[in-house]
C-alpha cells in the first residue's frame, strides 16, 4: 500500500493483487516448449528472462502461432517488453499502463530487473468488480476482527472511507493502526482508502 500522508489515499498496489509465483521461460528454450507452458498455465503470454532471470521480452499465444517451426528458440520469437509494472505500482497507475498498451498481462520487475509477479487484466477487472454494499460489510468485519471500534466505514466505487481511525500518538498503537489499515487495502474489491 502506498499513503498520502495523515487522511490521505492509501491505494491498492500491484502486490496486492498480482500472481506471485509467475511463469517464465527462458529465451533458450524452443517455442514448442513455450506452447506447451502456456497451454499448461492457461496463459496468453509469458515472461521470458535471461540465464539472470532477468526480463528481456515477452512471448504470446500470437508470438507462437507466427512461427513456422516449433524448434526455433523463444529468443527468436518473443516481442521486447511493451511495458512492465512494479510491486509498488498503484492500481490506478495500472489501469492506465493496461489501457495504453492493450496487453492483457504485465510481468512485475523487481528493481533489478527480476520477474516477481505477473499481473493482467483480469487481475484489475476482480478488484473492480465488488459490490459496494458487500464491500462495507467486509471491510466491517475486518476493523472488528481486529478489535477496533468507533471507526465508521463507507464504501463508494470501491474507495473505501474510514471515518474515526485516529493515528495515535504512541508508536505501538500506530503500527496496530498500520497493520489494521493493511488489512483493509487487502480486502478484496478495495481500490484505496480514505482516512478522515
Known amino acids: 500500500r502506498t499513503a498520502a500522508g495523515d487522511g490521505g489515499v492509501i491505494a491498492v498496489l500491484v502486490k496486492d493483487i498480482m500472481n506471485a509465483r509467475p511463469v517464465t521461460i527462458r529465451t533458450d528454450q524452443p517455442i514448442g516448449a513455450a506452447a506447451r507452458v502456456l497451454a ?3 496463459v496468453t503470454a509469458l515472461p521470458v ?6 526480463i528481456v521480452g515477452v512471448v ?6 507466427a512461427r513456422a517451426r516449433l524448434t526455433d528458440p523463444v529468443g527468436e520469437a518473443m516481442s ?3 511495458a512492465l509494472v512494479h510491486p509498488e505500482t498503484d492500481v490506478a497507475e495500472l ?3 493496461l489501457t495504453r498498451t492493450a496487453v492483457k498481462s504485465l510481468p512485475v520487475v523487481d528493481a533489478a530487473d527480476q520477474v516477481v509477479g505477473v499481473v493482467s487484466r483480469s487481475d484489475l477487472v476482480r478488484v473492480f468488480a465488488h459490490d459496494d454494499e458487500k464491500l462495507e460489510e467486509d471491510v466491517a468485519d475486518v476493523l472488528a476482527h481486529a478489535r477496533v471500534s468507533g471507526c465508521r466505514v463507507r464504501v463508494r466505487n470501491g474507495i473505501v472511507q474510514l471515518t474515526g481511525l485516529d493515528a495515535p ?8 493502526i498500520d497493520a489494521v489499515i493493511d488489512a483493509v487495502v487487502a480486502t478484496p474489491g478495495v481500490v484505496a482508502v480514505r482516512r478522515g
Open 95 to 97: 489501469r492506465e499502463v
Open 169 to 176: 500518538d504512541d508508536p505501538r498503537e500506530a503500527s496496530v
Open 80 to 82: 521486447r517488453v511493451v
Open 40 to 42: 499448461r498455465h492457461a
Open 49 to 54: 528472462v535471461d540465464e539472470d532471470g532477468r
Open 60 to 65: 504470446s499465444e500470437a508470438d507462437v502461432i
